[in-house]
């Protein structure tokens, strides 16, 4: 930890007409969606184990056929390990990740605060609670708790100690940052992915769930247009080099964050606050600003 305060950046906004929308906690969506599947729908509990090209799914309820199979199951997807057994898995970015919600207060719109190979970053939600993220270089599968959090960030500027002060043990979640290699497709015969399992990505743009949202819509537009076989292929066309293109530079723009290098570290904290607020805006309109 640097004894003095680490430098505020702002973290990446979308444009000024909010046509990004708003911020919002992610169970309220899940709760959302979930509401307008009817009951019978969803099978919790139920875990699959393989996916074939032919759409045949084998779980732990028997085995299952579907015209379509999507596989929206994640970084460690079981769907994408088996269609494609000889792709590379997962890589390990190099930190971790923690995130929670803390209790109502007043705090200065999205601001994340970079240190030397951690950092800080909070955006108020409309009911007044802090969405917070941290993020430290750290071997794949450190541990850290709400406590060591508190005594690592409790130099650091206000309000950011506070916010962690206020927090609930049971309420802070922690991830190991993963992204996966480019794909040379998304769909196989009557199977497609979408999500981080075929694109994770870094937090950095939080475009993660925002990216399989859209991943969906053009998906079922596809099918819903073209039948399977060829709404499959205008799906893989449509998504493949937007996904792929968001995984690149949301690692480009949380790396610098990660420095450990004492020169570099200065370099950047000069620099960052001479660059045009306009300049980070246009840079990443392309990415928040989507139609179907």
């Given at each position: 930890?640097?004894?003095?305060w680490?430098?505020?950046?702002?973290?990446?906004?979308?444009?000024?007409?909010?046509?990004?929308?708003?911020?919002?906690?992610?169970?309220?969506?899940?709760?959302?969606?979930?509401?307008?599947?009817?009951?019978?729908?969803?099978?919790?509990?139920?875990?699959?184990?393989?996916?074939?090209?032919?759409?045949?799914?084998?779980?732990?309820?028997?085995?299952s056929?579907?015209d379509?199979?999507?596989?929206?199951?994640?970084?460690?997807?079981?769907?994408?390990?088996?269609?494609?057994?000889?792709l590379?898995?997962?890589?390990?970015?190099?930190?971790?990740?923690?995130?929670?919600?803390?209790?109502?207060?007043?705090?200065?719109?999205?601001?994340?605060?970079?240190?030397?190979?951690?950092?800080?970053?909070?955006?108020?939600?409309?009911?007044?609670?802090?969405?917070?993220?941290?993020?430290?270089?750290?071997?794949?599968?450190?541990?850290?708790?709400?406590?060591?959090?508190?005594?690592?960030?409790?130099?650091?500027?206000?309000?950011?100690?506070a916010?962690?002060?206020?927090?609930?043990?049971?309420?802070?979640?922690?991830?190991?940052?993963?992204?996966?290699?480019?794909?040379?497709?998304?769909?196989?015969?009557?199977?497609?992915?979408l999500?981080?399992?075929?694109h994770?990505?870094?937090?950095?743009?939080?475009?993660?769930?925002?990216?399989?949202?859209?991943?969906?819509?053009?998906?079922?537009?596809?099918?819903?247009?073209?039948?399977?076989?060829?709404?499959?292929?205008?799906?893989?066309?449509?998504?493949?080099?937007?996904?792929?293109?968001?995984?690149?530079?949301s690692?480009?723009?949380?790396?610098?964050?990660?420095?450990?290098?004492?020169?570099?570290?200065?370099?950047?904290?000069?620099?960052?606050?001479?660059?045009?607020?306009?300049?980070?805006?246009?840079?990443?309109?392309?990415?928040?600003?989507?139609?179907?």
């Amino acid at each position: 930890m640097r004894t003095s305060w680490p430098p505020i950046t702002p973290s990446p906004t979308p444009p000024p007409d909010r046509s990004a929308g708003a911020p919002g906690p992610r169970a309220d969506l899940v709760d959302l969606l979930r509401g307008a599947l009817p009951a019978e729908a969803l099978r919790p509990g139920v875990d699959v184990r393989q996916v074939r090209p032919d759409g045949t799914v084998v779980h732990g309820g028997g085995t299952s056929t579907a015209d379509l199979v999507v596989g929206a199951d994640g970084v460690h997807s079981v769907t994408r390990r088996s269609v494609w057994p000889r792709l590379p898995g997962p890589r390990y970015v190099g930190y971790t990740t923690w995130r929670l919600l803390a209790p109502p207060r007043p705090v200065e719109g999205s601001v994340e605060t970079w240190g030397r190979g951690e950092r800080f970053g909070h955006v108020p939600m409309p009911d007044g609670r802090v969405y917070c993220h941290l993020m430290a270089n750290a071997p794949a599968g450190t541990r850290v708790g709400l406590a060591e959090l508190r005594e690592r960030f409790a130099r650091w500027h206000d309000p950011i100690p506070a916010l962690l002060r206020s927090a609930r043990p049971e309420e802070v979640l922690q991830h190991d940052t993963y992204e996966l290699p480019e794909l040379d497709t998304y769909v196989c015969g009557r199977v497609a992915i979408l999500g981080d399992a075929a694109h994770a990505m870094t937090p950095n743009l939080g475009q993660g769930a925002c990216q399989a949202l859209e991943d969906a819509v053009t998906l079922a537009a596809a099918v819903d247009s073209h039948g399977v076989p060829a709404g499959l292929a205008a799906y893989d066309r449509a998504r493949r080099p937007r996904t792929q293109l968001v995984v690149r530079l949301s690692r480009q723009v949380g790396a610098p964050a990660h420095w450990r290098s004492a020169p570099l570290t200065v370099l950047r904290d000069a620099a960052l606050p001479l660059l045009p607020a306009a300049l980070l805006g246009r840079s990443l309109t392309a990415t928040y600003t989507w139609a179907p």
